[in-house]
Structure formats: C-alpha cells, structure tokens
C-alpha cells in the first residue's frame, strides 16, 4: 500500500473514532439510540475508507501485443506513476496472455482498465459487461496475416479450397480467414478451418498439419522473419480494419476520469516517442513481446497508434460484431456507438502528442 494511501485510511478511521467520542459524551451516556447512531457514523466512515483506498490505486491490464506498444513504452519509463503520483494514485500492472482473462478480471473488478483486441472488446459487452471503450489503441489493418510455407505454390482464396486453414477460431484470424475467401466468391463452407492457438501457429505450418494459417503481429514477423513462411494477404487487402481498444469498467471510469485522461495522455506520449525512441526503451518493449529489437521495427511501422476513436473506428468494431452473430459466438448483434466515448481520449494534452 502507498504512504498516501495509508494516510488517507488513516485519516478517515480517525475522523470516524472522533465522530463516535463526540457522540457519546455530548449526550453524558450511550443510550440504544446513541450507540446506534455512533455506529451508523462508524459504518459509514469506514465505507468511505475502503471507497478512498479503492480510489487511490487503478489496476491496468495488459498483454503481449504490439497493439499496445506505446503503454509499454509508457511503462518502462514509469511515466504513469510519476504522473499520477500527485493524485495519490498507486498504478498496479495486471499482465495476461490474451483477451479471454483479461475481460473475466475486468469483470470481477480485478482490473479496472484494459488493452485489447476487437474480438473480445465486443464480446465482453454482448455478453453483458458494463465496459466502455475509452480509446483506440491502434489501427493495424496489416499485423493480420493469412501465411503459408515458404515454398508453397498457394497464392490466391482460390488455390485454398478444400485446404486446411489454421486459425483461432472466433479471433479477428477468422474473420481475415472469412473476408479473404469472401473477396473471391467462396465462403468458410470451402475450407476445413482448423482451431489452433495462437502460439501454435509455426509448428501447425512448418510440419504440414495444414496449408496455410492466419495470425497476428507479432507472431507474423517471428513466423516469416525466420524464413518458414510468407504472407499472401494481409488485413488491408480485404477491408480488416484491425481495430484495438482500451476499455474501463463504466463504474471505474465515472468516478475516476481524471486518472483515465492522465493514462491516455500518457498513451499518446509513448506513442510520439516511438519517432525518436531510446535503444534501453525499446529493448525492454522488444523482450516482453518476445522480439528481436530490430524485429519489433518492422511491426511497429505496421501500427497506427491513433488513441482518439471515431468513426472508423465504430465502424470496424461493428463489423466484428456481425461477424460473430454470423459464426454464433454471440447471441445477438448490437451497435456499439454509445460504449464509444472519445471524451476521455480527445482533450488538447493528448492531441498535443499526436501532432
């Protein structure tokens, strides 16, 4: 717990325990009514701590992903800390794999902000979640892949049917998987679409368990750089906007907007320093996402770090959203507008970075 957050405590129980004192001697006895309302005060104090306590600490998820570069930027550098440190905030990093436990964690209250992918952005609010999407993490049409071997003779939607085509099954890989066989005439009933996860990508090309796999940054430029396999398209080709987000619980981000607006222009700052970015901060992004420094080059020039959503934006995550209607790993389609709120996201601090 942090020295402001112990005093803050602190302070509050006191005040209660004053509260309480006053009560009972004003009166020069405890009566039932007496002793009911110190109580009361003393209940309603220590509600007020915990509020406080809970307040003083934001509880960031995060997961390996280069759609998120500028927050990890953010993070090495401890720009966060130092900017909330003045409100008395302690910053907790709550790292996962991927987006599946990284929205059961934002709905159990276990964190309050998240970093993630279209996919589960949506899918958390279809499945009732109460999250807002507070910014665009980044649009990255291209850091999805469909790849295959090096020496195979595929290149087109055509060549793939009745082939076997790896993927995570509901992930926007899937969707990629869906529009590219959509843009020449064919449909997912022409191919046997294979289930895999994501880190099995390599293994499931290079040994011939199938014919071509889709897959995301940064594995894409692990899969190729290593010279096993190359990309015949790429989201751009097809429509795939690749939209990721930040999301807040809707009760952490009402009562805690300044903190999310510090984060966010702390966002778009990481997000300007990539143009002149120190080799120790880029090291450090490099080894938590599993890359070569010189690797994770390559995938940043894939990535628009925008922050501010707008239409684009909303646009893409619908079209997520009829995708998984249509494949039935949501119950029924939305519109996602109104969980869109740029506010917290479009102020002068923020744009500043991103002229």
């Known amino acids: 717990m942090s020295n402001n957050k112990k005093k ?12 309480a004192a006053a009560v009972l001697s004003g009166c020069g006895g405890s009566s039932n009514a007496d002793t009911a309302a110190a109580s009361a005060g003393s209940a309603a104090a220590e509600s007020t701590a915990a509020a406080a306590a809970e307040n003083a600490q934001v509880r960031i998820a995060i997961q390996p992903s280069a759609a998120f570069v500028p927050l990890f930027v953010a993070k090495e550098n401890g720009w966060i800390e130092e900017a909330l440190a003045e409100k008395g905030v302690e910053v907790v990093w709550n790292d996962f794999e991927s987006g599946p436990p990284m929205n059961e964690s934002l709905a159990a209250g276990s964190s309050d902000i998240g970093v993630i992918g279209d996919v589960p952005t949506v899918s958390a609010i279809a499945a009732g979640q ?53 843009k020449e005439g064919l449909s997912l009933a022409d191919v046997e679409l294979v289930n895999i996860s994501a880190g099995d990508a390599a293994a499931v090309l290079t040994s011939g368990e199938v014919d071509a796999v889709a897959i995301w940054e940064p594995n894409v430029t692990r899969i190729t750089g290593s010279g096993a396999a190359k990309i015949i398209a790429e989201g751009s080709d097809v429509g795939l906007a690749g939209t990721n987000t930040m999301v ?9 907007g300044e903190v999310l607006q510090v984060i966010l222009e702390q966002y778009a700052r990481g997000a300007k320093e990539l143009e002149n970015i120190d080799e120790e901060t880029l090291a450090g992004v490099a080894e938590y996402l599993s890359l070569e420094t010189e690797q994770l080059k390559q995938v940043i020039a894939k990535f628009q770090y925008t922050v501010i959503p707008d239409q684009e934006d909303i646009d893409s995550l619908n079209d997520t959203i009829e995708f998984l209607g249509n494949i039935d790993a949501i119950s029924e389609t939305y519109d996602i507008t109104d969980r869109v709120v740029s506010d917290y996201a479009d102020t002068d601090a923020v744009k500043a970075y991103l002229q």
Do not use: M, Q
């Open 8 to 19: 803050t405590t602190t302070a509050l129980i006191l005040s209660a325990v004053l509260l």
């Open 130 to 182: 109460d999250n807002l999407v507070a910014a665009t993490t980044a649009k990255a049409a291209d850091s999805y892949a469909i790849l295959v071997p090096a020496d195979s003779e595929v290149s087109s939607a055509a060549d793939l049917s009745g082939k076997k085509i790896a993927t995570v099954i509901g992930s926007t890989g899937h969707n990629l998987v869906r529009k590219f066989l959509e």
């Open 248 to 256: 807040v619980r809707k009760e952490y981000a009402e009562a805690n």
